[in-house]
């Protein structure tokens, strides 16, 4: 059973930057992909950044240039980097794994405002 758990969120100014991180236990098998989605309040949940196994990233248009998704597989985590951060990303970032089937984590809040 893999197991997914998100850290890392919290309020920030708008502007400024934050770092989500994912950790992953369980039995993983290649090829995979590691991905955030994120949630507001009254919204459908929507793919932020994915990541695969051989490390080819993809993020939505609205993130470009300001997010970047990494991994370290020594640590089984993988990471989201969040700059210049708006009140329109305000929302629960969750982590996903698709692995013969998804997996989720129990999503971490961010929350941009001044």
């Known amino acids: 059973q893999v197991q997914l758990v998100e850290s890392g969120g919290g309020l920030v100014q708008p502007g400024g930057p934050l770092r989500l991180s994912c950790l992953a236990s369980g039995r993983i098998f290649s090829p995979y992909v590691t991905g955030w989605y994120r949630q507001a309040p009254g919204k459908q949940r929507e793919l932020v950044a994915t990541?695969?196994?051989?490390?080819?990233?993809n993020y939505v248009d609205s993130v470009k240039g300001r997010f970047t998704i990494s991994r370290d597989n020594a640590k089984n985590t993988v990471y989201l980097q969040m700059n210049s951060l708006q009140p329109e990303d305000t929302a629960i970032y969750y982590c996903?794994?698709?692995?013969?089937?998804?997996?989720w984590g129990q999503g971490t809040q961010v929350t941009v405002s001044s």
């Open positions: 990541i695969t196994s051989g490390g080819r990233t």
């Open positions: 996903n794994l698709k692995n013969f089937r998804d997996y």
